[in-house]
């Protein structure tokens, strides 16, 4: 499993914790857009979080992190070996 599909899992079972809805892109857009001021993120850029083709840059990953409650740091240490 590579990086990005871990941070895909991680992303989907966070947001669905939080807020006990299927983690689709619908889904994310409102509730990120109602929480945030960054309404730049596309449907399109949010599924391919979601099927773990990419990740958010690093500013967005961490905004995304603390308004989930991600463990990034437990991500993080799954990963220190990546090259």
Known sequence: MTI???????LAEAFEKKFDLKP???NFIK????????D???????RKWLKGINTPNFVRMCAIAIWLDMDVNKFLDEHRDFH
Do not use: F, G, H
């Open 4 to 10: 990005r599909q871990d941070y895909a899992i991680l």
């Open 24 to 26: 689709t892109p619908e």
């Open 31 to 38: 509730k990120y857009s109602a929480a945030s001021n960054d």
């Open 40 to 46: 730049l993120v596309s449907y399109e850029t949010v």
